[in-house]
């Protein structure tokens, strides 16, 4: 028997369960996820910050419109913190000129070798041409942030079908129609929220691709040196994003931050780029590492402009895409979410949202369209 809703999301990550949950105000929203849980690829793998500064433009004033939402999420969202205090603080490196100049644009400040190393005791600072810090910066609690979503997508009565990969997706008679391995399912509107396999479900629709790369990034977690006292360290990387590292749960996270372009896959760590990164915080730091405790490694997809992916397809009706959120999927996700449910609904950007300066245009689909 075919289940019918108003809106049919594909994904169940960040973006599928905070637009599912935003909709299921006022709509019937079934969400369809291939793996046996929600947020197993990018979603459960994040490391995630808040970081004002970070990314291109648009990204950017979403991550600022998202800002009230993280810091002070209403008690019937959720009743714990879902941030803390981090800061974050980058280290312009020889060559790495340009990178420091364009952080001090987006807001970052100067602070002095000596200040740095207050803030982490270990750092060497023979190498290291010029410090910046921006105290704004917040752990964010990934799973506590999703599973509120989820939770109140389900207290709005929407539904998520695990295990329900799209096998064949089709438009008739005013509706989508999609087969997937727990049922078949219809609705006026299907949200593409799929992250890495955005454009393999917009094919298999029968959208034109909008050039969506997935690329992965690994993460190595060591144990802390001897006797540091670690859990205030600011999240550390250089300014040309060759390396990071930020304290976690007691242990020390370390990534080359790479970018490796890849095709959709259960991602793996780089152990080559791992050793890399390493081998940088070693230089850099008083660490001596010999042992590393666990690795992984993550999707984050991005669109040939670097800008999420947001609006209704400008030829398929009713198919709407909410990709390409690159690495910013989680620190935008309260403001994107909303800008996705306003669009859905025919409504106008929500007004909080636009003091930020977020718009649809520079999200639009519709800039792909050759």
């Not at 169940?12 to 369809?32: K, W």
């Not at 666990?294 to 947001?310: E, I, K, Q, S």
């Amino acid at each position: 028997m075919t289940q019918s809703s108003d809106v049919i999301v594909i994904g169940a990550g960040i973006a599928g369960a905070s637009v599912a949950a935003e909709l299921a105000a006022d709509l019937s929203v079934t969400v369809l996820e291939m793996e046996d849980r929600p947020g197993f690829h990018s979603t459960g793998r994040s490391a995630a910050t808040w970081i004002p500064g970070y990314g291109p433009d648009p990204v950017r004033a979403l991550t600022r419109a998202s800002g009230d939402f993280l810091k002070n999420p209403h008690d019937d969202f959720c009743a714990t913190a879902i941030t803390s205090p981090r800061g974050e603080m980058l280290l312009g490196l020889p060559g790495q000129d340009a990178d420091v100049d364009n952080y001090r644009k987006v807001g970052m400040h100067d602070i002095s070798l000596e200040d740095a190393v207050k803030r982490v005791p270990l750092l060497r600072t023979d190498a290291i041409e010029a410090v910046l810090y921006d105290g704004t910066c917040l752990d964010v609690d990934v799973d506590a942030l999703h599973q509120a979503f989820l939770r109140r997508l389900k207290q709005r009565g929407g539904h998520v079908h695990c295990d329900s990969p799209a096998t064949a997706i089709s438009r008739r008679a005013g509706n989508w129609h999609v087969t997937a391995k727990g049922g078949t399912f219809e609705a006026p509107v299907l949200v593409n929220a799929s992250g890495a396999w955005g454009d393999q479900v917009a094919e298999l629709a029968g959208a034109q691709r909008v050039g969506l790369q997935p690329k992965r990034r690994s993460v190595a977690v060591i144990p802390p040196p001897p006797g540091a006292d670690i859990d205030n360290w600011p999240v550390t990387a250089s300014a040309g994003e060759t390396f990071y590292f930020k304290p976690q749960s007691g242990m020390l996270l370390v990534s080359p931050a790479d970018i490796t372009p890849v095709d959709p896959h259960d991602a793996w760590a780089d152990d080559m780029a791992i050793a890399e990164a390493i081998d940088q915080l070693m230089q850099y730091m008083d660490i001596e590492v010999t042992r590393v405790d666990h690795t992984w490694g993550g999707l984050r997809t991005f669109a040939p402009d670097g800008n999420p992916v947001v609006g209704f397809d400008p030829v398929l009706e009713g198919f709407f895409w909410l990709t390409g959120q690159g690495g910013y999927g989680i620190q935008t996700s309260p403001a994107l979410s909303r800008t996705a449910a306003a669009l859905i609904a025919g409504h106008d950007m929500p007004a909080d949202i636009a003091e930020h300066g977020v718009t649809a245009e520079p999200l639009s689909p519709a800039r792909f369209v050759r």
